[in-house]
């Protein structure tokens, strides 16, 4: 009858940190009893319930692409038949965490052994922010968080010296949040808060930092901020009060040009003379007789005019309505004329003399 040995061996535990490798180890007293029938396997269990194959080694062949996720990523380390079947991970992830088994098998006789594999990442460089307002007297709160890493994770804040860059301690009238370290208030800032603040996230993986720079802006006196304001919005209402000034002067002046002209053309016109050829002897003693008439008649005018003028009684005259036939034969009313507003205009009063018979003027 066949006997079987079973031998274990001290579970161990391993930690390490994500992007590492390791190596778990495996040996075993099998490999001299049947060559062709020594099997090696590895298996991983990431919980109670789930188990995966990770690499095996059976019927002569090796199989290390079972596993998905360490698929070239795994190997027997040395020569496992000869007894060292220890695992090799490369490029350790988080998911390779778990507990591992080495289990040996030949010619009816067992061997395996327990393994806890720990990966650990250090943090993920954190961001740092500011929340508050920056200036004199007014507290502001620095922030720091990292994405990632195993936890726990602990912040520490500090001040850089940007001369040396060396740490230093934080503001006496800083306070830190025990609830959440990442988070660093600063009380009641003054021109001595301003420099450069460094947060470092730190696990037992490694640690990652982050600087952040406050600068404190002067706080402003009020009452100067006032009269600066008032005196802009004097300023405004000054200029508002020139422009407006300046475009109504100019309207102004616009107009007094535009009525001028207006007033000119406004008076009437002087009486215009047309040349009438008479038909007849006797339409020519008419319009000879006519003409001493209105040569009469218009020196009588401008005397009156010329007396009237100088003693400022009147300032229009009227000349006297006449009657003149045109060459229809109807009889028309001559336009009043204005011998005032003509003087002040410049105009010069001229005696007409009297036509000859053959021509009359009207």
Not at 50 to 79: C, M, P, W
Not at 84 to 104: F, H, P, T
Not at 110 to 130: D, G, N, Q, R
Not at 292 to 311: D, E, G, I, K, Y
Request: proline letters at 4%; glycine letters at 6%; charged letters at 25%.
């Amino acid at each position: 009858a066949s006997c079987s040995v079973w031998l274990a061996e001290a579970q161990t535990e391993f930690k390490r940190v994500a992007e590492e490798n390791v190596t778990l180890p495996c040996h075993h007293r099998l490999g001299l009893l049947e060559q062709g029938s020594l099997d090696i396997e590895w298996l991983l269990h990431t919980s109670e319930s789930v188990q995966k194959a990770v690499i095996t080694y059976s019927g002569g062949h090796v199989y290390d692409d079972l596993n998905e996720e360490q698929k070239g990523r795994v190997s027997f380390t040395s020569n496992f038949r000869a007894g060292d079947a220890s695992l090799q991970i490369i490029s350790l992830q988080s998911s390779d965490a778990g507990k591992y088994i080495c289990k040996v098998k030949n010619a009816g006789q067992y061997e395996w052994a327990h393994i806890t594999l720990k990966v650990v990442e250090k943090p993920s460089k954190p961001k740092c922010w500011l929340e508050g307002e920056l200036s004199e007297g007014k507290d502001l709160s620095l922030q720091c968080r990292s994405s990632s890493g195993t936890a726990p994770i602990s912040y520490r804040w500090q001040r850089i010296n940007e001369e040396d860059e060396k740490a230093e301690h934080l503001p006496p009238t800083s306070r830190v949040n025990i609830s959440n370290p990442g988070q660093v208030l600063l009380k009641n800032l003054t021109q001595m808060s301003t420099g450069l603040y460094q947060c470092m996230a730190t696990n037992e993986a490694g640690q990652e930092s982050c600087v952040v720079r406050v600068t404190v802006q002067h706080a402003q006196n009020i009452g100067m901020i006032a009269g600066a304001v008032c005196g802009v919005v004097v300023g405004l209402c000054l200029l508002f009060l020139v422009v407006r000034l300046t475009i109504r002067r100019k309207e102004k002046k616009r107009y007094e040009e535009e009525e001028a002209p207006n007033e000119i053309r406004e008076d009437a016109e002087a009486p215009k003379a047309h040349l009438v050829k008479p038909s007849s002897s006797s339409s020519g003693s008419r319009s000879s007789r006519s003409g001493s008439s209105s040569t009469r008649s218009t020196a009588n005018s401008a005397s009156r005019s010329q007396r009237t003028l100088s003693t400022e009684a009147t300032p229009h005259l009227t000349p006297p309505q006449y009657s003149q036939r045109e060459m229809g034969g109807k009889e028309t009313e001559p336009k009043k004329v204005d011998y005032a507003n003509l003087m002040k205009m410049g105009a010069t009063l001229v005696m007409v003399p009297a036509q000859s018979r053959a021509f009359q003027t009207v």
